[in-house]
Each structure stands twice: as structure tokens, then as C-alpha cells.
């Protein structure tokens, strides 16, 4: 198995690669860049109509080269992610086209329902296929949820982290390399649960490697944006793999980055309307406050990497030590 996860992984990283250029070429001929915010910090103006939509390759590569690896043996448990995959991905391409070609992607209100009705089937799917009735909560166990109350937390959570990553997205590299992060901790977590769960752990690989290979292009300076149809797309599927692996609520821990980043805006919102005004950040989301504060853009992205390198850390050990415990 661990050699099967290495040539994904490789094969994934390779193909993107390799592919990544005459992409990007395919997305400058048609006219597929990053608008850039006026109220954003200054210094990210000079990244104005950078290709974007470099997450639609990844979403691409993952999804065919699992076919390849595992076309003839898909089995029904791995359905739900490599259907976030591909739904959630074609909605932020769809995102990211607009936003190039008029300036303003899908409306909040739309993106959202989209989300919902995704998010909801997804939820639902995850709880048929696996018969879930309960939640696992580390050193107590399972504790009993009826799916009434299962489906509607899931398809919460899978919002949740699909916006935490949407969120984080703004810095060269951040988003890109958090996830790696988080994706080798459930892919460790898939490989040690009780049972195991291989093709998880494999598609988990795939993810890594394409990602990998996106960041040979998108750290400082990036050549290319992920753009929604990634950062949507990726951070849904993560907690979707969370959710079979049943540790979502390791997930906060693991994907920290994602909600520190959600919560300082949602702080910031809430200060500025009951302070009638006031900021209590410079500028949310909390990487761009590190900015204006005066960090270099390389020094926050390698920081926050550094962070999520120790919370997937702890977050395995707090799922090994949990499985102990209750073995």
C-alpha cells in the first residue's frame, strides 16, 4: 500500500507539471485572470490578471488519475469525496470565469445555496453508504445522533471548511500548502483507523501530489492562482474526508489555519458593527492584518505553514491517543 501511495503521489505531482504551463498559457489566451480588490493591501495590485483557475487542474488530475489507478474497483464508500471533488469544483470554476470576464463572480447568496444543496446530498450519501448514527468524539467515543441531526451538522461542516479554504486563499502559496498539510494528516488517519481505509488514503495522496505540483508554480511570485475552483472544492472534499474517517471533530485542529482566517473575519464584522466603525484588525482576513503590519508576504505563508505542520501533528496524535484509549 505505502508504495502504491508514493507512485499517486508522484504521478499526480508529474502531471501537473507538466501540464501546468500549457494550462496556464490556455488561460491567459482567454483572458481567465485574477481581478484584484481595491480595498485589498497595495502591494497585491501588481498581481493583477494572474492566470487563475489553477485548482481546476488539480480537481482534474485527482479525479483521472484515480480513475486510472482505481477505474475498475471504485467502490461505493469513495463516491462521496470524488463527488465534492468534481461538483464543488465545476462551481468555482464557474466562479472563477466570471469573476475574470465581468469582475464579480457568482453572488454570495447564490454561491451559498449551491453550497447547501451539495453539501446536503453529499451528507446525506455519507450517512446511507456508511450507516452512520453517531458522532465520534475523541476519548468518549461514538455518541448517538439520529440523521435528522447527522446530516444537517455534516453538510454544516463540509460548508464550513469548504469557505474556511475559500477564506484563506489569499496569499501566494497559503492556502495551497495548509491543505497539503491537512491532507497528510487524514491521509495517516486513514491509513491507521480501525478498519483501514486504503482508497481513502489514496485519493488522499493524489490530492497531495497535484497540490504539490501546483505549488512548484504558485509560491511568491505565483505564476497562478487557485482560484475558487479549487479552494472551494479542496476544503469541501477535506471535511468530506473527515467525515468518513470520523474524525470531524479533529478537523478544527487539524485545519486551524482555516479557522483562525474564517473567524477573524467573522470577528471583524462583529466588532465593526457593535463599535460603530471600528476595526479591532487592520484588515481581515488576519493574514492580510500580519501584512499591513508589516510581514513580508513569504514570512506569513511560511508561519502559518509552520502552524499547520504542528496542528496536523497533534491532531493525529490526539486521534492515535483517542483509538488507544478506547481500544
Same mark, same amino acid.
Given at each position: 500500500?505505502?508504495?502504491?501511495?508514493?507512485?499517486?503521489?508522484?504521478?499526480? #505531482?508529474?502531471?501537473?507539471?507538466?501540464?501546468?504551463?500549457?494550462?496556464?498559457?490556455?488561460?491567459?489566451?482567454?483572458?481567465?485572470?485574477?481581478?484584484?480588490?481595491?480595498?485589498?493591501p497595495e502591494s497585491h495590485q501588481v498581481k493583477q490578471g494572474t492566470p487563475t483557475m489553477g485548482g481546476l487542474l488539480v480537481v482534474v488530475v485527482v479525479l483521472v488519475t484515480y480513475g486510472l489507478l482505481r477505474g475498475d474497483?471504485?467502490?461505493?464508500?469513495?463516491?462521496?469525496?470524488?463527488?465534492?471533488?468534481?461538483?464543488?469544483?465545476?462551481?468555482? !470554476?464557474?466562479d472563477d470565469y466570471l469573476n475574470a470576464r465581468t469582475g464579480e463572480g457568482i453572488t454570495p447568496r447564490q454561491k451559498m445555496l449551491w453550497l447547501v444543496v451539495v453539501a446536503g446530498v453529499v451528507a446525506y450519501q455519507i450517512?446511507?453508504?456508511?450507516?452512520?448514527?453517531?458522532?465520534?468524539?475523541?476519548?468518549?467515543?461514538?455518541?448517538?445522533?439520529?440523521?435528522?441531526?447527522?446530516?444537517?451538522?455534516?453538510?454544516?461542516?463540509?460548508?464550513?471548511?469548504?469557505?474556511?479554504?475559500?477564506?484563506?486563499?489569499?496569499?501566494?502559496? *497559503?492556502?495551497?500548502?495548509?491543505?497539503? #498539510?491537512? #491532507?497528510v494528516a487524514f491521509m495517516l488517519i486513514a491509513l491507521l483507523n480501525v478498519p483501514t481505509q486504503p482508497n481513502l488514503a489514496l485519493f488522499c495522496a493524489l490530492i497531495i501530489g497535484a497540490l504539490l505540483g501546483f505549488l512548484?508554480?504558485?509560491?511568491?511570485?505565483?505564476?497562478?492562482?487557485?482560484?475558487?475552483?479549487?479552494?472551494?472544492?479542496?476544503?469541501?472534499?477535506?471535511?468530506?474526508?473527515? *467525515?468518513?474517517?470520523?474524525?470531524?471533530?479533529?478537523?478544527?485542529?487539524?485545519?486551524?489555519?482555516?479557522?483562525?482566517?474564517?473567524? /477573524?473575519?467573522?470577528?471583524?464584522?462583529?466588532?465593526?458593527?457593535? /463599535?460603530?466603525?471600528?476595526?479591532?484588525?487592520?484588515?481581515?482576513?488576519?493574514?492580510?492584518?500580519?501584512?499591513?503590519?508589516?510581514?513580508?508576504?513569504?514570512?506569513?505563508? *511560511?508561519?502559518?505553514?509552520?502552524?499547520?505542520?504542528?496542528?496536523?501533528?497533534?491532531?493525529?496524535?490526539?486521534?492515535? !491517543?483517542?483509538?488507544?484509549?478506547?481500544?
Amino acid at each position: 500500500m505505502t508504495v502504491e501511495l508514493i507512485q499517486g503521489l508522484l504521478l499526480a #505531482f508529474a502531471l501537473v507539471v507538466i501540464l501546468m504551463t500549457p494550462y496556464t498559457r490556455v488561460l491567459r489566451t482567454a483572458g481567465i485572470g485574477k481581478q484584484i480588490r481595491l480595498e485589498g493591501p497595495e502591494s497585491h495590485q501588481v498581481k493583477q490578471g494572474t492566470p487563475t483557475m489553477g485548482g481546476l487542474l488539480v480537481v482534474v488530475v485527482v479525479l483521472v488519475t484515480y480513475g486510472l489507478l482505481r477505474g475498475d474497483q471504485i467502490e461505493r464508500g469513495i463516491i462521496p469525496p470524488l463527488l465534492t471533488l468534481l461538483v464543488v469544483g465545476i462551481l468555482g !470554476a464557474f466562479d472563477d470565469y466570471l469573476n475574470a470576464r465581468t469582475g464579480e463572480g457568482i453572488t454570495p447568496r447564490q454561491k451559498m445555496l449551491w453550497l447547501v444543496v451539495v453539501a446536503g446530498v453529499v451528507a446525506y450519501q455519507i450517512q446511507q453508504t456508511y450507516g452512520i448514527t453517531g458522532i465520534r468524539v475523541p476519548f468518549a467515543g461514538d455518541v448517538a445522533v439520529e440523521p435528522f441531526v447527522y446530516i444537517p451538522f455534516a453538510a454544516f461542516a463540509i460548508i464550513a471548511a469548504s469557505n474556511g479554504v475559500n477564506i484563506t486563499d489569499g496569499l501566494d502559496g *497559503l492556502a495551497g500548502g495548509t491543505l497539503i #498539510f491537512a #491532507f497528510v494528516a487524514f491521509m495517516l488517519i486513514a491509513l491507521l483507523n480501525v478498519p483501514t481505509q486504503p482508497n481513502l488514503a489514496l485519493f488522499c495522496a493524489l490530492i497531495i501530489g497535484a497540490l504539490l505540483g501546483f505549488l512548484w508554480f504558485n509560491v511568491h511570485p505565483a505564476q497562478i492562482f487557485m482560484g475558487d475552483s479549487g479552494s472551494l472544492s479542496l476544503g469541501a472534499t477535506l471535511a468530506v474526508i473527515a *467525515l468518513i474517517t470520523g474524525q470531524i471533530l479533529v478537523l478544527p485542529l487539524i485545519g486551524i489555519i482555516f479557522v483562525v482566517e474564517t473567524g /477573524s473575519v467573522i470577528v471583524q464584522r462583529a466588532y465593526y458593527r457593535m /463599535s460603530k466603525g471600528k476595526r479591532l484588525f487592520r484588515m481581515s482576513p488576519i493574514h492580510h492584518h500580519f501584512e499591513l503590519a508589516g510581514w513580508d508576504e513569504e514570512k506569513i505563508t *511560511l508561519r502559518f505553514w509552520i502552524v499547520a505542520i504542528l496542528a496536523g501533528l497533534l491532531g493525529v496524535t490526539l486521534f492515535l !491517543a483517542s483509538i488507544n484509549r478506547l481500544a
